[in-house]
Structure formats: C-alpha cells, structure tokens
C-alpha cells in the first residue's frame, strides 16, 4: 500500500446516509417542545443515531468505521441541524466522541469500541486523579456532558502525571458510565434537550490504558502505543481542529432554518397595525432577508474554507498545526457562532409576537443557537483575541 494514500474503498453511498440524516432530524423535531421541556431527548433519538449508525461516521476503518469524508460529515449534521439544533450537537458529538477513543492505547481502543455504544466526555480538566497501583482513581464532577443520558463510556479531563511524564499534563480518562453519577442539573437557555447533565465521580478505577494524553496527542497528533493505520483518515487531521469541526456546521444548518421561517412567515404577514400592509413590501424586512441570506453565503465560505484546511493537511498527513493557522479555525468558529445568533435574534426582533411564544420554532432555535455560541470554543471574543495573538506571533489559546 502506498504510504500516503488515503482509503476510499467501501465507502457508505452518501445518499442513503443524508435520508438517515432527514429521519433523525424530523424524528428529533417532532419531539422537540416536549425534549426541551423535559431537558433530554427521548431512547427514540438515540436509537435513531445509533441506528443510522452515525457514532461510526469518523471511526477507524479498522473498528468498524465509515470513513465518511469531511463534506459528507458536513451534510449529514447541517441536514439534522435545519430539523433541530440539539439533535444535531448530539449527533455530531456521538459521531466526534470517537475520535479521542481512536487515539487511546490500542488496548483501551479494542476494549471501548468491542463492547460498543455511544461516547461522552467533558474536556474540562477539572478533576482530581490518585495513584492506585497500575492505574489511577479519579474523584470531582463535570458539568455540560452532553449526551451522558443515552452514552456508554463517558471521557473526563484532568491535569495528572503518567509514569513517564514530566510534571502533570493534561488528560482524558474513559470510564464506563456505570462508574459515574449522574447529577441532573441541565437548566439552561438553550439546548436544552442534549440533556447535558453533569457527572460525579467519586474514586473510580481507571487503568492505564483508557487514559488518553490528550496534550501529547495535540502537540504530536500520534496515537499512544502505536498500532495504527497511519493512512485511516482520521489519523492525518490535526486531533482538535477536527473534534471541533461540528460547531460551525450546527449553526449553520441552524441559521438555514430560521432564515427560512424568516421568509416564510414574511410572505404571509399581514401587519394589522399598519392598515393591513403586507409585509413582504416593507422595505425594512426586505433588506433583512437579504443580509441574512448574504450572512448565510459568508458562513458557507467559512465552513468550505475550515473543510479545505483539513482536507489539505489529510491529504498531507499533517497531524499538527501552527498555533496561527489553528486559532484562524477559532476564528471562523467564532464567526459562524455569533453571526448564527444574531441571525436568531433579528429573526425573532422582526417577526415580533408571534415568534415568541415557547415552542415556536423561531423561539426554540434562538435559544439553541444562543446556547451554542456560548460555548467555549464558540466565544467571539475569545477567538478573536487568541487569533489576534498569534498574528503578532504570540502563543494561541492551550486548547482551542
């Protein structure tokens, strides 16, 4: 085999895979109001991933992977999003969640992927790790682990020193769920029914072998103990650029929908306080759509551009990049992230009352973009500034 080649061959038919995407979105919208009421999505959105076999789209060939490429990925979770914002971050998040498992020891690799299901983790290195003999206890709580209600192996970070570190280095530890709590505490604007609950745990074992680097691999980009196909996709891509790609193109196909429902609702709109005018002649929304539809056409530039970068390092193997080139990703995250939330808001400002009772579609997409671009990897001001830095040549963002 030659060395550099990417694997192409049996490669699942894109068409099948995008009427699997329709069916998870359209069963995730008809359930909602009622998701979000209750902060989870109901077993039957899980199913309807698991089933479509979505957790595998980035996994490698050699586990049973798909080897989707990235602009199929795109299409699949934009396809979810423009039916429901949480239903896309879960099914992105099941899919990308095998990425980190994928880099793990090659035993911990076989133990997680043999037993199956799905992954969650929270990347936030906030708990507390002891040595216990050939492996590590691991005591604190997470919050924001998206997905844990339906997943079966939950990563968690901290800061810990291996046998052969230096000082403490940043880690993922993958623990089956039964080794954690779960503290029912998602109570939030937006996304509401990811179900994004915290974790508590409280001295689980973790071997060796389940504990993931995660600061080495981003530094290096090579899986702990070897023993992998170097020509798997999944392999040559920068570790995080890729983990973080689903961001954008959540609050793009999320974006999509309320522009949509923006025109819909236009064209039909009688303004009752305005003598019966239509307001499909106002100026004032006529401009709107247009510089939403522009703003649409500017984060559809951004995310083929974010594609074409990983795309270019696959076809390379480049496994590490510049912090300049990687914090210009952050940018782009950050731009996608809050034009998508001020397309929301100026959605809901001029369609007005009708938009804002609970459970309209203008009103639960708001939210849920608003939640999204809140996260950390989304912030505007956060990826500007670690941007800005690194076109000064100074250090980028540890993580982001």
Not at 19 to 40: I, M, P, Y
Not at 132 to 160: K, P, T
Request: charged share 25%; hydrophobic share 40%; glycine share 8%.
């Amino acid at each position: 085999m030659e060395k550099n080649r990417i694997l192409l061959e049996n490669k699942p038919d894109i068409a099948t895979l995008l009427a699997k995407a329709e069916e998870v979105g359209r069963l995730a919208e008809e359930e909602a109001s009622e998701a979000d009421r209750n902060a989870r999505f109901s077993d039957r959105v899980a199913k309807a991933i698991k089933d479509a076999e979505f957790h595998k789209l980035l996994r490698p060939k050699r586990y049973g992977g798909l080897l989707v490429d990235l602009r199929t990925y795109r299409e699949i979770i934009r396809t979810v999003a423009r039916h429901s914002v949480a239903g896309a971050w879960l099914t992105y998040f099941y899919s990308m969640h095998e990425v980190w498992a994928a880099y793990l020891h090659p035993k911990g690799r076989e133990e997680i992927f043999g037993q199956g299901g799905l992954l969650a983790d929270v990347v936030a290195p906030v708990g507390r790790v002891e040595k216990d003999g050939e492996g590590y206890r691991l005591y604190g709580q997470w919050n924001f682990c998206s997905g844990v209600l339906h997943s079966d192996w939950i990563a968690l970070g901290a800061m810990m020193e291996l046998p052969d570190s230096n000082g403490p280095e940043y880690c993922l530890l993958a623990l089956p769920k039964s080794d954690v709590k779960i503290v029912e505490n998602w109570n939030t604007i937006g996304l509401r029914a990811s179900g994004s609950n915290g974790v508590l745990v409280e001295g689980a074992y973790v071997p060796l072998h389940r504990i993931l680097p995660a600061g080495r691999v981003m530094a290096d980009g090579k899986p702990v103990g070897g023993d992998y196909d170097e020509n798997d996709p999944v392999y040559r891509i920068p570790f995080m650029p890729l983990f973080l790609l689903g961001f954008p193109l959540v609050s793009l196909g999320g974006a999509e929908r309320l522009v949509s429902l923006f025109q819909e609702r236009t064209e039909k709109r009688i303004r009752v306080f305005k003598a019966g005018a239509k307001e499909k002649d106002s100026a004032a929304s006529q401009r709107l759509l247009a510089e939403m539809k522009t703003e649409l056409n500017a984060m559809e530039g951004i995310v083929e551009q974010y594609i074409r970068q990983l795309e270019a390092c696959q076809k390379e193997g480049k496994t590490v990049m510049s912090d300049m080139e990687r914090e210009q990703l952050f940018a782009w995250r950050g731009y996608v992230a809050k034009t998508s939330a001020n397309i929301a808001v100026r959605t809901m400002l001029t369609l007005g009352g009708n938009s804002i009772f609970k459970g309209d579609p203008v009103e639960l997409f708001t939210r849920d973009l608003l939640a999204v671009a809140a996260h950390p990897n989304s912030l505007w001001e956060d990826a500007m500034a670690a941007y800005g830095r690194t076109l000064f040549g100074l250090p980028g963002d540890p993580v982001w």
